[in-house]
């Protein structure tokens, strides 16, 4: 039995939101950080002292780990926001202000 099917779950149509301009499949009720790790992302956000990567910590909005650019908002935490239909999800560097100047 999958998860699906344990928790029995029945998810909505998919819906598409773009990762660094490419498509990829999300499911009503996925965070950005769930449709990131089903799309095999694991670090979307490097640090801006060593540029370290990073991506999920703590699943739960405190660790900060997770920061991405949605929607050309950046600092969002990918483990809270939920993924809407032609979301624009962008990979993050340091602040996520590098191109503001």
Do not use: K, Y
Not at 33 to 49: D, E, F, Y
Not at 80 to 97: C, Y
């Amino acid at each position: 039995m999958t998860p699906l099917g344990l928790a029995r779950a029945r998810p909505g149509p998919p819906f598409t939101v773009t990762v660094d301009g490419d498509e990829t499949d999300a499911l009503p009720g996925q965070t950005v950080a769930a449709v990131l790790w089903s799309a095999g992302i694991t670090s979307w956000r490097s640090t801006r002292g060593s540029g370290a990567p990073r991506g999920i910590f703590c699943g739960i909005g405190v660790c900060f780990d997770c920061l991405v650019t949605v929607n050309d908002r950046p600092n969002q935490r990918a483990c809270l926001v939920p993924a809407t239909p032609g979301d624009a999800i962008r990979t993050q560097e340091g602040t996520g202000h590098d191109e503001l100047g």
